[in-house]
């Protein structure tokens, strides 16, 4: 069969399934036969081979799951690099991009600077931020030893030097160590959302998404430990549900933080939340 014909057929087959199905039809076959998506345009005639439609047969099946295209591929953009992913790590999202965004922009202009991730899953974040602050130290943590290993090989893949540490959140940082940053895309859905039953998410790890009933539970540990590995002035940069805003600004404010601001994503949400931890001259 032709590539048009073919595209009808996927669309047909996940168009119930998917809000994208045209695009996922498109970049699974694009992949399946190891062309770019423009070439599906340029050569609709092109007839598959017998191996290639049956490959592509079995990556529809799939995502018919549904599972989510990023793993099909075995990798994700972010920040206009390419990541591999697997069901062990949540998959990157451009709403992080910001975050990351937040970060460079508070931490440009410093030498010597010191960033703790906690829970890196891909890690994503960590290493966008090393290759655009290559002299900064950079420490990632997670719970899982599947996430560290898949970080690890992002990081070797864009050549980047970063400290992988096996933690709950603070568990294994010292208290002696302080940071200048701390950075965190923490799980934060509450647990009977039914948003957790909708679209790719099941496919993904629970752990990752939600953290207890109310979804506050990871970022209340953070915000409320935070400020004991924070040099002083430092920042904790946190990514967080479009409703809780307020419930963090105060959580941030009830544990000492200052200079408490959000920043809104591109559907003008309210996605990031910054707190400062008061400098020295404060006192």
Request: glycine residues 6%.
């Amino acid at each position: 069969m032709d590539l048009n014909t073919v595209l009808d057929w996927a669309r047909q087959q996940i168009g119930s399934s998917s809000d994208s199905a045209a695009l996922d039809a498109e970049v699974l076959l694009a992949h399946c036969i190891g062309k770019s998506r423009s070439y599906l345009y340029t050569w609709p005639e092109y007839e598959l081979s017998d191996e290639h439609w049956g490959t592509y047969q079995s990556l529809i099946a799939q995502r018919l799951i549904p599972t989510p295209v990023a793993y099909l591929l075995g990798e994700r953009e972010f920040f206009s690099l390419d990541f591999k992913t697997t069901p062990a790590a949540l998959i990157p999202r451009s709403d992080t991009e910001l975050l990351v965004e937040a970060a460079l922009k508070l931490c440009a202009n410093h030498s010597n600077f010191s960033i703790l991730e906690l829970g890196t899953g891909t890690g994503v974040i960590a290493i966008t931020l090393k290759l655009h602050q290559p002299s900064y130290t950079v420490i990632a943590t997670d719970i899982s030893p599947q996430c560290l290993e898949l970080a690890k090989q992002n990081a070797t893949r864009h050549a980047v030097d970063i400290n992988w540490m096996l933690s709950d959140w603070f568990s294994a940082i010292e208290t002696s160590e302080r940071y200048d940053m701390i950075v965190s895309n923490p799980p934060y859905i509450a647990q009977n959302d039914v948003y957790l039953t909708r679209g790719d998410l099941p496919a993904e790890p629970l752990l990752a998404l939600s953290s207890g009933p109310t979804g506050l539970e990871s970022l209340q540990y953070i915000i409320t430990s935070a400020l004991n590995y924070l040099k002083p002035g430092g920042h904790l940069l946190l990514e967080h549900g479009y409703d809780q805003e307020c419930a963090v600004a105060n959580l941030l404010k009830s544990s000492g933080f200052i200079n408490i601001s959000c920043q809104y994503d591109i559907n003008n949400l309210p996605r990031i939340s910054i707190g400062q931890c008061v400098s020295t001259e404060s006192h």
